[in-house]
């Protein structure tokens, strides 16, 4: 069971949560809390829930590339260290995650915030926004080969998460790393990339 509180919370519905989270009142050294704004055991800032529903995608702020995944059925909340958003109704998820997932799309998103230099690399969910995508009908043949390019490469990461043995986990690593060459290329060809586009953007993470 999750407890999602806010300051109109009725805690007292839930002595064994308000017993749990008022041994930790005393650690909380929130401005606001001291200051009697919101009670210890409320959320500083709470979201509207319905922002965590699914479908939707989550993805992790602080990276230096795209790590996303598609959460369907599980509602799943996350902190304030990731990202959700959600796609248009009857696109598949799969050509997102392809498109994502993607050299040209990662180096897109890098040419679109040039000049935010930071420490630490962030990920911000609105700049996905800025990022130009093709017509993603899935009758599309370019889309139904992307979608064919992640099913295998789920398929090939899902046996890699129960691999044991070192010779399957290095023979299931090289596959892997072949798909992706192949999910770049069905990216590309769903923007009508040149070959000269193609190398510049494969320059651009050369040596990274």
């Not at 064994?16 to 930790?24: D, E, F, S």
């Not at 990202?83 to 109704?89: A, D, K, L, T, W």
Request: hydrophobic fraction near 40%; glycine fraction near 6%; charge should be neutral.
């Amino acid at each position: 069971m999750l407890l999602y509180t806010t300051r109109e919370t009725p805690i007292e519905r839930y002595p064994n949560a308000q017993r749990w989270l008022n041994q930790w009142a005393r650690r909380n050294t929130c401005r606001e809390v001291t200051a009697g704004k919101h009670p210890a055991w409320a959320l500083h800032r709470p979201r509207d829930p319905g922002i965590f529903k699914s479908p939707k995608f989550i993805g992790l702020t602080t990276s230096k590339t795209f790590e996303v995944v598609h959460d369907a059925t599980d509602d799943l909340y996350v902190t304030d260290a990731m990202y959700v958003f959600r796609i248009r109704p009857g696109l598949d998820p799969r050509v997102v995650l392809g498109l994502i997932h993607s050299r040209l799309v990662l180096f897109l998103y890098r040419v679109t915030n040039q000049g935010e230099g930071r420490v630490i690399p962030q990920v911000k969910a609105a700049k996905l926004n800025e990022i130009p995508v093709p017509a993603l009908d899935i009758d599309f043949v370019g889309c139904r080969a992307l979608v064919d390019a992640v099913d295998q490469l789920l398929a090939v990461t899902s046996r890699l998460g129960k691999a044991r043995m070192p010779n399957e986990i290095e023979a299931l690593c090289r596959e892997a790393s072949g798909l992706v060459v192949r999910l770049d290329r069905r990216v590309y060809d769903l923007y009508g990339l040149t070959e000269d586009e193609i190398a510049l953007v494969e320059s651009s993470f050369e040596g990274v």
